[in-house]
Nanobody, 121 residues
Framework: QVHLVESGGDSVQPGGSLRLSCAAS????????MGWYRRAPGKQRELVAT???????NYVDSVKGRFTISRDNTKNTVYLQMNSLKPEDTAVYYC???????????????WGQGTQVTVSS
């Protein structure tokens, strides 16, 4: 089995910073792209940022210049550094990773349970 566990969600004031972490564990053979998504109240889930195994990154326009995604391949962990947070960043943030487990030949997406980020004064 493979598990993704997020941490780092919290309540902060506008302009504040948070760092989210997501660690993949279990019977992992290889990990391709990893990423962060979010679902705000009353809205659909949206892609926030992705990073390939070669550390190429992609961001949604609304977070460019404020958020930074990174990964540590030795720890099977992806991070999201969030600076200059705004109330509209309030959402549940989900980690996603394309993983090939020891029990399968191909890659499939895995999801974490989500971590709440609230930006409010």
């Amino acid at each position: 089995q493979v598990h993704l566990v997020e941490s780092g969600g919290d309540s902060v004031q506008p302009g504040g910073s948070l760092r989210l972490s997501c660690a993949a564990s279990g019977s992992i053979f290889s990990i391709n792209a990893m990423g962060w998504y979010r679902r705000a109240p009353g809205k659909q889930r949206e892609l926030v940022a992705t990073i390939t195994s070669g550390h190429n990154t992609n961001y949604v326009d609304s977070v460019k210049g404020r958020f930074t995604i990174s990964r540590d391949n030795t720890k099977n962990t992806v991070y999201l550094q969030m600076n200059s947070l705004k109330p509209e960043d309030t959402a549940v943030y989900y980690c996603n990773a394309d993983i090939r487990s020891l029990a399968q030949l191909g890659f499939r997406p895995y999801w974490g349970q989500g971590t709440q980020v609230t930006v409010s004064s």
